[in-house]
């Protein structure tokens, strides 16, 4: 099973990207998509997490206000868009799917994309 997340890269401090995850159909439905990041010397850290429906919504409070978690079913997309970067937003962003309703535990998840690359300039 392959999760792909796309749409990372470098960004001065104020900026604005928009990170895209691909899903197979297979462990998209009905399940809830989680987005998590790894910054150096850092653990995995949860960000934000959606439902199925996309009526449940989770965020860290660090990026309350400043992050947007969103999802097309009908093309089995999950996004994240992210305002407002700071340089410690910097990190390795995974997509991943886990169970029916959200969690911020990434033990939760159980299949998981390669990450995408934000880096955050001051």
């Known amino acids: 099973v392959q999760l792909q997340a796309s749409g990372g890269g470098l960004v001065q401090a104020g900026g604005s990207l928009r990170l895209s995850c691909t899903t197979p159909k297979r462990t998209f439905s009905n399940n809830a998509v989680g987005w998590f990041r790894r910054a150096p010397g850092k653990e995995r850290e949860f960000v934000a997490a959606?439902?199925?429906?996309?009526?449940?919504?989770s965020y860290a409070d660090s990026v309350k206000g400043r992050f947007a978690i969103s999802r097309d079913n009908a093309k089995m997309m999950v996004y994240l868009q992210m305002n407002t970067l700071k340089p410690e937003d910097t990190a390795v962003y995974y997509c991943a799917v886990g169970k029916s309703y959200p969690t911020t535990s990434f033990k939760d998840y159980q299949y998981w994309g390669q990450g995408t690359q934000v880096t955050v300039s001051s």
């Open positions: 959606i439902s199925w429906r996309g009526d449940i919504i």
